[in-house]
């Protein structure tokens, strides 16, 4: 992200506030993807993939496509940016709209790793894609 340095202060208080623990992988290139791919999921045993900033690398349908295929093998969800990560197979892209944060859930990927959606944004979800 080209903002990390003021998005990760914010990404680490609201992950300790939550008990979450957060990894960050940066790539830069497309040969970083898997590599960084297997450390979270290998070293660091992650529970679910966030992608914060869909632009460079990430943007890349060879990446987006990759990630994807190999999250859905490990039974892990991916919360991407947007409609074209929803439409691929992620589970769900987050956004922040006018009425506050937006869903757009792939229904088939969001129940096949049991995700559920809290009551409090069901009716800011949309439901993208069946596949």
Avoid: C
């Amino acid at each position: 992200s080209v903002n990390r340095e003021d998005l990760m202060p914010q990404v680490q208080r609201a992950g300790a506030s939550t008990s979450i623990k957060v990894f960050l992988a940066e790539v830069s290139n497309l040969k970083d993807v898997a590599p960084q791919f297997r450390t979270l999921v290998r070293q660091h045993d992650v529970q679910a993939i966030w992608i914060v900033d869909a632009s460079g690398v990430i943007s890349n349908s060879v990446a987006r496509s990759f990630l994807i295929e190999n999250a859905t093998k490990k039974n892990l969800p991916i919360f991407a940016t947007g409609d074209d990560w929803v439409s691929e197979g992620a589970s769900v892209a987050v956004q922040k709209g006018e009425a506050g944060i937006q869903l757009r859930v792939n229904r088939a990927a969001a129940e096949a790793m049991s995700l559920q959606i809290p009551e409090k944004y069901i009716e800011r979800t949309e439901y993208l894609a069946a596949n």
